[in-house]
């Protein structure tokens, strides 16, 4: 027998005035009983038994009063919905996502009609009286907002209006301001789930944990590293591309990975070299780093055969094994350093990492300003499926790092905005962790690569 799974509340032509359906709701019994317990006294006087309409009307009202209880009672009323908005926020937002969506299916007409209805003016003779379309079958739609993600289903009925409903992408993500997470069909429906105010998402450095072969970056994104294995950073100067790097070592250092860091701008990251080994910044010194990775690589994949435990389809992580990672910062310049002989050999190199990489647990993380498909051809960049665009970037370099989306980017000026692909095919608007300002990374790199936890906790 199959589950019965709950998705939400349905959307029905009605919810096109939900919210001032929903405000009258908490306004009318405020309103009524401010009046009421204004007026109590006489109310608890009055015999109602007994009392006719002349009674009613020739009865001595004290009218001043009636107009200040009348006054406050609307102003009682109208404070309600403000209240209702103050205290239950999510509440509230749910209501207007939901006249929304119901708006969007009527003004587009997406539904089956069932003739019109004709409205009755006053004066019947007139022949130009007004009529509106009757929906026959509204499409079935559920709404639903669970832990900060909206899920919005939509039935699949093979009918005309099938194409509209099954691209909603971006009228869901402009008209409800948010950003999609995942577009699945299951069941007979279409599920789009959406991510509510990114910017709450956010986190602080102290929450970035990797555990169970992924990287938690926000609080509903995650860095599945062992099933979509690599990541590709872009970003120009001030996008927060280094603290970014920066976190990920941090991160990665506490789940006891092992890093390799080239720097071949001799910046940032160069720096690293003072507290943790494995940090090379030198043409040579790279060139022979990406070398030893690989075969590192490729030797462990032939130890693993034969280790205790191994079965086919298992990974590194099976066996027991710490993961690998080569992070590679300014990638671009790199290249721009090598003649062509030095420069197909580091992309031969690199072309084995992010194709036999996941399974051996070797992981590549490279970094930089614009991912030209000179130095990522040959399939290189499509094997990157964890992308994080920072910063301001161009349409050229957004059609570069995501290829042809159609999603309109837009710019805001945060340190660590930008957007990202995690690997399933949808670009969501995406936030760096949050570094506290002072915030040593030295120091605290310093003290895991020894083994010593630092005393300092950022906030």
Not at 156 to 171: F, M
Not at 191 to 218: C, H, Q, W
Not at 225 to 242: E, N
Not at 423 to 444: A, H, M, S
Request: charged share 25%; proline share 4%.
């Amino acid at each position: 027998m199959k589950r019965f799974r709950y998705r939400g509340k349905r959307i029905r032509p009605a919810d096109k005035d939900l919210v001032f359906r929903s405000a009258c709701c908490a306004a009318l019994p405020v309103a009524l009983a401010v009046f009421v317990l204004l007026n109590l006294k006489g109310i608890l006087r009055t015999d109602w038994r007994s009392l006719s309409i002349p009674d009613i009307v020739g009865q001595d009202w004290n009218v001043p009063c009636l107009l200040f209880s009348g006054i406050a009672a609307l102003l009682a009323g109208a404070a309600a919905p403000v209240m209702a908005y103050r205290l239950f926020p999510d509440t509230v937002r749910q209501l207007i996502h939901r006249q929304k969506l119901a708006r969007m299916v009527l003004e587009n007409q997406w539904y089956e009609q069932a003739g019109r209805t004709r409205r009755e003016s006053f004066f019947k003779d007139l022949s130009g009286t007004d009529a509106k379309p009757k929906a026959a079958r509204f499409p079935r739609m559920y709404y639903r907002m669970e832990n900060g993600l909206l899920h919005f289903w939509v039935e699949i009925t093979l009918g005309k209006y099938q194409e509209p409903l099954l691209h909603l992408e971006n009228r869901l993500e402009s008209g409800l301001y948010c950003e999609l997470v995942s577009r699945e069909l299951q069941d007979g429906f279409i599920e789009y789930t959406l991510l509510y105010d990114m910017a709450a998402n956010r986190i602080p450095i102290s929450k970035v944990k990797a555990e169970g072969g992924r990287l938690r970056l926000m609080k509903n994104v995650w860095w599945e590293y062992d099933t979509l294995p690599h990541m590709l950073i872009a970003g120009g100067t001030g996008g927060g591309k280094t603290y970014f790097i920066l976190t990920l070592i941090q991160a990665l250092l506490q789940a006891k990975a092992a890093l390799y860091v080239l720097d071949p701008k001799n910046a940032d990251l160069a720096d690293l070299s003072t507290v943790t080994p494995e940090v090379y910044y030198r043409k040579e010194d790279i060139a022979a780093c990406v070398s030893r990775f690989c075969d590192g690589m490729m030797q462990r994949s032939e130890s693993m055969k034969s280790m205790q435990g191994y079965r086919t389809g298992g990974n590194y992580a099976c066996l027991g094994l710490e993961p690998h990672f080569l992070i590679f910062d300014e990638y671009v310049a790199f290249m721009e350093m090598l003649n062509v002989r030095e420069r197909e050999d580091v992309l031969n190199k690199l072309r084995q990492i992010v194709m036999l990489g996941r399974q051996a647990g070797y992981f590549l993380i490279l970094a930089c300003q614009r991912p030209d498909a000179k130095y990522l051809g040959d399939g290189i960049r499509d094997q990157f499926n964890f992308r994080v665009a920072l910063g301001r970037m161009s349409e050229l370099g957004y059609s570069m790092m995501f290829g042809e989306a159609g999603k309109e980017f837009f710019f805001k000026n945060v340190k660590g905005r930008g957007y990202a692909d995690t690997g399933k095919g949808v670009i969501t608007e995406f936030y760096t962790p949050i570094v506290p300002k002072g915030y040593d990374f030295l120091r605290e790199i310093g003290a895991l690569t020894e083994g010593v936890v630092s005393d300092e906790k950022p906030d």
